[in-house]
Every structure is written in C-alpha cells, then in structure tokens.
C-alpha cells in the first residue's frame, strides 16, 4: 500500500545520501592515502648526505615512543671529543625535517649549529627514514611527533636549564610553531618555508594536481583528517 511505497521511497533518499556522501568521501580518502601512506626509506643514492661525511660532531642515538606506540628513532650532535650532549654547550636546538626528508637531509645545518656551539637533536618522523610507521600519516603527524620528541628531551638527565629552540622547515616549519599549543618551555623558534594551515597547503598541492576539482573534496579531507587524529587537536602554526 501507500505505507509500503513511502517506505522504499525513504529506503531509497536514504541510500542515495549516503551514496552521495560516501563516494566524495571514499574518492578523497584514495587520495590523502596515496600521498601520506607510505613510508619515507632511507636513501642509497651514492651522493646522499651521510653523518660519516661530517668529522667536526659527534653523536649519541636515541629511541622514544610516539602516540601510536611507534618507535622513533633521533640523534643528539654535539661537538668532536664532547662529555655528552648537554655538557659545555650553549642550548638544544630540536631538528624537525620537512615532508618525505629525514633529520639527516639537515646535517649541514646541523654541523653549523654545532659549530656555534649548540647541541641538536634530530630525528625522523612517524614513516621516515629510520622511524617506525606503515607510513607519514599525515602533516599533523610532525607536530604530534614533535610533541612526543619534546616531552622525551625533557625527561633526559643532564639537561638542566639548557635553553630549548626548534628549528623547522617546509612541514617541520609548520610543526615548530603548532607544537607551542602544547604546555612545552621553548625559548624560540625558527621556522624555515613554513606554513600555518595544514589544510590550505593540502588544497594548494592537490590543484596542482587535479586543478579545481581538488576544491570540493576539502570538506571530505577535513573529516577523513579529524578521523585519524581524533584524539589530538588540529592546531594551526
């Protein structure tokens, strides 16, 4: 009867709606997957920059957690024939790599700030180089990565009041300014072609790609984002 028919006609809005939000959803999710899940390796190439190269530092190896059990994998620098990282230096600068790079891709950097006289602390990100992690996750991932490096440089003995500065760039300059939404005592930042809006850079890199078409797709981007880092705030720098 007339009751039977309203039901499928409902039945049928119903599956249309969610077809009509699933699909864009589903397309966007294909999408982010394909940028952020997959893992960073470390790189073979013969000219590739290698600690072995550099003979003015040494360095200590350091392994901590981050938020989803994943082992991360950093190194203090300080100067050749150095006590420890934390001895005669003049503070910690706390390394964090742009998208697809490792720590490693910083060590001229590195090697002029240990030249100034400053002990750093480089790691790889969640997916990267010698990190754990399926894959990068995403570029909230670095901030929350950063978090967790912070909260390890803490707790390290030694370390007294050295003062503590963050030097980022491209998605580490991002993560450098996020990462001060955390209760964390940072004494100053540089952040080096970074951004302030993750979303907006993932618009500007898809219409690279897929020309306008990315624009309808932010919404479901955004949801899928909140999905994964639903435990975290989604800060801006």
């Known amino acids: 009867g007339r009751s039977m028919t309203k039901k499928k006609q ?34 073979k190439e013969p000219m590739a920059v290698k600690y072995e190269d550099f003979h003015t530092m040494d360095r200590q ?17 300080y100067p050749k024939g150095g006590f420890g990282p934390f001895e005669h230096v003049r503070g910690c600068i706390v390394l964090s790599p742009g998208i697809f790079q490792g720590h490693t891709d910083y060590l001229y950097d590195v090697e ?6 400053f002990c750093v602390f480089g790691f790889d990100n969640t997916g990267c180089m010698e990190s754990g992690g399926r894959g990068l996750l995403g570029l909230e991932q670095a901030v929350i990565d950063l978090h967790y490096a912070l909260e390890f440089l ?5 370390r007294g009041e050295l003062p503590i500065l963050l030097y980022g760039h491209s998605m580490g300059g991002y993560a450098v300014a996020a990462v001060l939404h955390y209760d964390h005592k940072v004494d100053g930042i540089v952040s080096r072609s970074g951004f302030s809006d993750p979303t907006e850079m993932l618009c500007l890199g898809g219409k690279k790609i897929y020309g306008n078409k990315i624009l309808w797709m932010l919404p479901f981007l955004r949801l899928y984002r909140r999905l994964l880092f639903w435990k975290y705030p989604l800060y801006g720098g």
């Open 10 to 43: 409902i039945g049928m809005a119903v599956t249309v709606m969610t077809a009509a939000y699933m699909i864009p959803f589903g397309a966007a999710k294909i999408l982010y997957d394909k940028v952020f899940n997959k893992r960073v390796e470390i790189r």
């Open 61 to 77: 190896a350091a392994l901590f957690p981050s938020n989803r059990g994943q082992r991360l994998k950093g190194y203090f620098y």
């Open 112 to 117: 002029r700030f240990v030249k100034e006289g």
């Open 154 to 158: 803490e707790s390290r003995k030694g």
